[in-house]
């Protein structure tokens, strides 16, 4: 089993390293980079690069199954390989850590990770670089495996930092495009910023208990004689590791980067920027949930919070805010990546108050359902694209504006689009409604009333932007040029099979969570309870009862569809009238608030200011240098002074002697 | 046999410079090969030296050879761990400059002796354990710079290499204030006039009012050399004018004795003195941390924002030799070790593209990525080992020195206010992705920029050819050896420190 273990992450290594070296070859390519022959030659090159990406994922795969099953069964590996870095006390070793959570998460890695996989040979099938992007998509594959089965800190910092660079490779992935190397850059440095909480987090996790393994750690939480001594440092603790999560997925105040991640192909925004790597930050919350249920009330809180207070506070905020710019977006993705932030808000609430198997719970439906409606915007981009490029015409592909009436077009992408939306809204039976009542009924039953009236509101609004998203794209007329509308094509089956698949499951994954309260008895829950804890039902019902908190919320959801339903569905005049009526927030929510204008003011200008004008062009030219030079001038006056006295005259030498001798004697006498 | 692998690999590069200089003018493939032929040598015997090395044994390959006897000079060499991982990244970073320096055109012969008569000297200061020996092979790496400078240099070459020979100058004076200290109240106490470094170590304890007086003159000496704020503005200029092998020997690997030196003479003779400025020094270090780091951030000159990294990448080294404790000096060591390899391929590469563009500014750069892939990949690694990757070697020192550092006050070793110091600089992870991601961005990536196009050189811009290639390779190779599986090295500096300079100050070993 070790070996199994090992090689699941090392598998996709492989494919990325023999990709790297022999892509090209495999391709059959000799002049890969040669743009000027590249629109006729790419039709020559073998598809063999992605297939072998593919297979590598798959079994990757199949490899996790045999775990899954495992694990299933009541087993639990913690396996270490060997000593990493040794400093001082300090000792990491490569080792992984499977648990139920774990394991989960290796299916949801590597299986949708293979469907996206193959979804993208057909996607980046007319690429000139495709054996690049499979390169990194492989390696991508290894990093968020090493992120969720490390045994300690140091390994899932390792995958944490490693997808953050494959992330960072994937948007900058049409590097031509100034916009796309601007958005890889910003998510990598806005990440850095999280991560610099992070580190800071495990420093102070070794500098109190003097170990990074989780086993140990845990353990050692556990037996704490002394709770208060250690209480602030372990809010310090977990506040601080959530900052790295604010950075990985995206939430207030360091969400910024990824809608503009958006700029990388459309596979990887629905693997990294929705289904996986974004979500590692509530992977993290969960793994580490000992210190986050570490609360022993007023005395150990740091600003009147506890850090499961912060992370759900932050959550809740993400959740609204984002969605309300998702009201007015008009890119389908950008849509798209707004309602992912939001929904990852919704996860932070879950892990928050501490639920965490709801929190995982969500973050593996909205796996399903976000990949599926990522992969399905992807499908109406692609029919987009093709139906502008045969005629000729280079309208934005990616506005729905442009759209309207595909249903008829494309059949498969709208129907399982479709099921994705209906999940997403939370309407049962669909598996969104599963996880996000159960995180919103536990904030409620937690005494986070507040929090869970906002998130509420949120699910309104999600089903709102929604339910806007699939009138304007598939109903209604179509607002594409009259001349591109016949060449709207539905996509290859390479493209929508992987679709087809994720809406079976966007469907009824939420089956395997059905709450008591309807009868069912939430087996996802129990499943995960080893790793996470059990979270305790409530025992005596405050307020409303579980049943009526059902209804809020599917009144919501219902409530969003109906509104979106009598404003967009039959192209009435009503959203026009409304954004005149409200310009002032229709505009601010379509700026996003001004954000990235403010951080660019407040923040990014101040710094290279100070680079150039103070430290480059000041400190080191004008001060530093300036004394040297100084010292240098003063030293060449002396010697020029100096060697007025070194005529080399005996009379001047004579003169001088005769003068100081005066002197002496001068003084002498006095 | 092993008594002469040590001399070997000093005196090759030497012997290999005088082969060179009878040489005929006209043979140019003939020096290049013997200097490639002599580095590829030492990197051998380096090899060689790591294999054999015994972790158990204080003072492996050892001769010791009265030299001048009524001064007590010896002719001392030998190599422990730490002198082990230098002699490896002298080699390696020697040999690579070799490869990449076919490009100078003019007077190549006195270019390659000049440059492996420096290499003997630094390979002559990591296996000497005779302070006097240590000084002269000291002087020797130093001062040949400023010829190779000022003769092959480009830009404002000559007033770069007057600063920086000045620079260096005042650091050596600086130097010999304590050395001679040490020797003469050495000689008072024990009656016994000698330089041996383990003579001085085992019979002689400084006094700490002294070791209090000469432990900043050598932090500030060696400093100099090892890029200390703020007498670091040699460094930029330097690195600017200087030819890229150059560089990349000067940053990789003579940077390095600074630190080498610090720890060798400071930490062992005045361990007092140390534990007294440690935190003012750690206080100078962050400076050079966030400092070097954020000026790195708006320069447009390729070699300036990589002189400035270097600012802010060797910071870590003093700042891991000021926290006193086995995380944080054998991060130290690391540091110069995978700092040295990665500061090298980076200028290497900044070689390569300013061989073929003639141009080192990166605004008149930009969509380089199509016309040279393999440049690029190499750039964007050595660029994510320099900010800290986890799996390559930058991650490595960066954990080791800042796990030292929050460590400190908890070993009852200097102070408690260490952890904040870390905590500044940890804000240098943010600053140094900013450099590094913008330069990516400006030269490779985009499209070619309008000063670009104007350029002559780029009608027939090429990526790599072999020769290149192969010497990148070498550099990237080891970056990977040394960060995913770092433990080889770890085990072979703790050796060494673990010797002599961890019982000195009182740290327990690891």
């Known amino acids: 089993m070790d070996l199994i273990l090992l090689l699941i992450p090392l598998i996709p290594l492989a494919g990325a390293v023999i990709n790297t070296f022999f892509g090209r070859m495999l391709e059959g390519s000799s002049h890969g980079h040669d743009d000027g022959h590249g629109s006729e030659g790419e039709h020559h090159t073998k598809p063999i690069p992605g297939i072998l990406a593919c297979v590598m994922v798959g079994i990757s795969f199949v490899l996790s199954l045999i775990v899954f099953f495992d694990v299933l069964n009541g087993q639990r590996f913690n396996v270490d390989y060997f000593e990493w870095i040794v400093a001082g006390n300090f000792r990491a070793t490569l080792g992984f850590l499977i648990d139920p959570l774990s394991a989960t998460m290796l299916l949801i890695v590597t299986g949708i990770g293979f469907l996206i996989h193959v979804y993208a040979l057909g996607y980046m099938a007319h690429d000139p670089d495709r054996p690049r992007f499979f390169n990194y998509l492989n390696l991508f594959i290894f990093s968020m495996l090493m992120l969720v089965m490390g045994n300690n800190l140091l390994v899932m910092f390792f995958g944490w930092e490693a997808v953050g660079l494959c992330s960072y490779l994937l948007i900058g992935y049409f590097y031509k495009k100034q916009s796309a190397t601007d958005a890889g850059k910003k998510a990598f440095i806005v990440n850095r910023i999280g991560d610099f909480g992070f580190g800071l987090g495990i420093f102070l996790i070794f500098g109190t208990f003097g170990t990074i393994h989780f086993d140990q750690l845990f353990a050692a939480i556990q037996n704490q004689s002394n709770v208060f001594a250690i209480a602030t440092t372990m809010t310090a603790i977990g506040m601080l590791l959530f900052v790295g999560a604010i950075g990985k997925s995206a939430q207030i105040p360091l969400y910024v980067w990824l809608p503009d991640a958006m700029e990388g192909p459309t596979p990887v925004s629905a693997l990294i920027h929705a289904a996986t790597m974004v979500t590692a930050g509530v992977f993290m919350v969960a793994r580490c949930n000992p210190i986050y249920s570490f609360d022993i009330g007023p005395a150990g809180h740091i600003l009147g919070m506890s850090a499961g207070d912060l992370v759900t506070y932050v959550g809740c905020a993400t959740a609204v805010f984002a969605a309300t710019i998702g009201l007015v977006q008009t890119d389908i993705k950008k849509v798209l990546a707004y309602s992912t932030v939001s929904q990852l808000g919704y996860m932070f609430i879950g892990v928050g108050v501490g639920a965490y198997s709801a929190g995982v719970f969500h973050l593996l439906t909205h796996a399903f359902f976000k990949a599926l409606l990522f992969l399905g915007a992807g499908s109406v981009i692609h029919v987009m694209e093709h139906g502008f490029h045969k005629v000729g015409l280079h309208d934005d592909p990616q506005d729905i504006r442009n759209m309207g009436g595909l249903y008829s077009k494309a059949k498969v992408t709208a129907i399982t689009f479709i099921a994705g939306w209906i999940a997403i809204s939370g309407i049962p039976p669909f598996s969104g409604f599963f996880s996000k009542d159960e995180i919103l009924s536990a904030a409620y039953h937690e005494g986070y009333n507040g929090v869970f009236w906002l998130g509420i509101l949120g699910a309104m609004m999600t089903a709102f932007y929604m339910s806007r998203l699939v009138f304007l794209t598939f109903f209604g007329e179509s607002r594409a040029k009259p001349e591109a509308r016949e060449h709207l094509h539905e996509s290859a089956s390479v493209m929508t099979v992987p679709l087809m698949i994720l809406a079976f499951f966007a469907v009824i994954a939420g089956f395997i969570g059905i709450p008591e309260a309807l009868g069912g008895h939430n087996w996802f829950g129990h499943f995960l309870a080893p790793a996470v804890g059990e979270h305790a039902a409530p025992t005596e019902v405050h307020g409303f009862s579980e049943g009526i908190l059902i209804g809020i919320s599917i009144f919501a959801g219902l409530a969003g569809i109906g509104f979106a339903y009598l404003m967009y569905f039959k192209n009435t005049p009503q959203a026009d009238k409304l954004s005149t009526e409200f310009k002032p927030v229709y505009t601010t929510l379509l700026h996003k608030y001004y954000v990235d204008e403010a951080y660019d003011k407040l923040i990014v200008s101040p710094i290279k200011w100070c680079s150039e004008k103070i430290l480059w062009k000041g400190v080191d030219v004008k001060i530093i240098d300036g004394f040297l030079n100084v010292t240098a001038i003063t030293t060449d006056l002396t010697g020029r002074v100096l060697r007025l006295f070194q005529t080399g005259y005996v009379q001047t030498y004579a003169f001088f002697i005769s003068l100081g001798l005066f002197l002496i004697i001068y003084y002498l006498m006095k | 046999m092993e008594a002469y692998l040590l001399s070997a690999i000093v005196f090759i590069p030497t012997l290999a410079a005088l082969i060179i200089m009878m040489m005929p003018e006209e043979n140019v493939t003939g020096v290049r090969m013997t200097a490639s032929f002599a580095s590829l040598l030492t990197v051998v015997l380096s090899v060689v030296a790591y294999i054999f090395y015994d972790p158990a044994v204080a003072r492996n390959f050892e001769v010791n050879i009265p030299w001048v006897q009524v001064m007590g000079i010896n002719y001392h060499v030998a190599a422990d761990g730490v002198s082990i991982a230098m002699l490896l990244l002298t080699s390696i970073t020697i040999f690579t400059g070799c490869l990449i320096s076919w490009e100078i055109k003019e007077r190549q012969k006195e270019f390659f002796a000049l440059l492996l008569v420096l290499v003997s000297g630094v390979f002559g200061v990591f296996v000497s354990f005779d302070v006097f020996l240590f000084l002269v092979f000291y002087e020797l790496a130093v001062l040949p710079m400023y010829l190779l400078i000022g003769i092959w240099g480009t830009g404002r070459k000559e007033y770069s290499a007057m600063k920086l020979t000045l620079y260096l100058l005042f650091g050596s004076a600086l130097l010999l204030i304590p050395v001679f200290g040490l020797y003469v109240q050495a000689h008072a106490a024990t009656g016994v006039w000698s330089f041996d470094y383990d003579f001085l170590r085992q019979n002689f304890n400084m006094e700490e009012s002294w070791q209090y007086i000469f432990y900043p003159m050598v932090f500030v000496g060696f400093g100099t050399i090892g890029g200390l704020w703020p007498v670091h503005t040699w460094s930029p200029d330097g690195h600017a004018s200087a030819p890229s092998a150059v560089s990349m020997l000067h940053a990789g690997v003579l940077m390095k ?106 605004t008149d750069m930009g969509g380089l990525a199509k016309i040279m892939p393999f440049t690029t990949v190499a750039f964007v690694f050595a660029g994510m080992t320099g900010l800290g990757l986890p799996g390559l070697s930058g991650f490595v020192s960066e954990l080791m020195v800042l796990t030292g550092a929050f460590s400190a006050g908890v070993a009852g070793t200097p102070s408690p206010m260490m952890k904040y110091i870390a905590l500044v600089c940890l804000t240098g992870v943010v600053f140094t992705a900013i450099y590094v991601l913008r330069a990516v961005q400006r030269i490779f990536f985009g499209q070619p920029t309008e000063a670009l196009l104007r350029n002559e050189h780029f009608a027939h811009l090429l990526d790599t050819d072999r020769r290149e290639i192969f010497a990148l390779s070498i550099l990237m190779l080891t970056i990977v050896l040394a960060g995913a599986y770092p433990v080889w090295i770890i085990d072979l500096i703790n050796s060494g420190l673990s010797n002599d300079i961890f019982p000195r100050l009182g740290i327990p070993t690891m």
């Not at chain 2, 630190?259 to 400071?266: D, E, M, N, P, S």
Request: proline fraction near 1%; hydrophobic fraction near 50%.
């Open chain 2, 257 to 362: 004795l600074g630190g080498y030196g610090i720890i060798r003479i400071g930490l062992q003779f005045m361990p007092y003195g140390a534990q007294e400025w440690s935190l003012f020094f750690a206080c100078l270090t962050v400076v050079n941390i966030v400092y070097g780091s954020l000026s790195a951030i708006k320069q447009t000159d390729m070699k300036y924002i990589i002189a400035y990294s270097s600012v802010s990448h060797l910071g870590i080294v003093t700042l891991g030799i000021c926290t006193l404790t086995s995380a944080g000096i054998n991060g130290a060591v690391y540091q110069m070790f995978a700092h040295g390899i990665m500061t090298a391929l980076l200028f290497a590469l900044v070689g390569v593209v300013y061989g073929r563009l003639h141009s080192r500014m990166i």
